[in-house]
């Protein structure tokens, strides 16, 4: 199930609003978040539009969490955060998905939550290859 109006499910200008598409991982897609304040900060969002956790299957739940994992071991072996703070919103949204979002001790936000978009730190095109090419290498 898709949803013709949400960045998750249709990519293209939508996505690139906020997200680049890096990958599809076993059911979800790996997307670098563009405001970059947190390196390396991502988003892995499930296959399909779906508002919440409960909306999916046991097995589907399983897959996508083996997909929050593996991104979240790419993330810590390509950027060496000191900690990697997971969120799941969407108020208005209502696309399962996950914010995985590294702290660095003494960096931005560190010892509190993270903003969900501070619009500080934007990147080249060049700048967010590298960080996707960086993010593939170890996944």
């Known amino acids: ?9 249709m990519r ?7 997200g680049i598409f890096i990958c599809d991982l076993k059911v979800s897609s790996l997307i670098l978040f563009k405001e970059q304040s947190h390196p390396g900060r991502c988003i892995v969002a499930y296959k399909d539009h ?7 299957s046991e097995e589907e739940r399983r897959l996508f969490f083996e997909d929050v994992a593996h991104a979240a071991k790419a993330i810590h072996a390509a950027f060496h955060p000191d900690k990697l703070n997971y969120g799941a919103y969407g108020d208005t949204g209502c696309h399962l998905h996950m914010h995985l979002c590294p702290k660095y001790k003494d960096g931005f936000e560190w010892g509190g939550t993270f903003e969900m ?23």
């Open 1 to 9: 199930m898709k949803d013709a109006n949400c960045g998750y499910c």
């Open 50 to 56: 779906v508002s919440e956790i409960v909306d999916i």
């Open 12 to 18: 293209g200008e939508l996505l690139d609003k906020f």
């Open 117 to 139: 978009n501070p619009g500080k730190t934007f990147l080249t095109d060049v700048e967010y290859q590298e960080m996707i090419d960086r993010i593939k290498a170890n996944l």
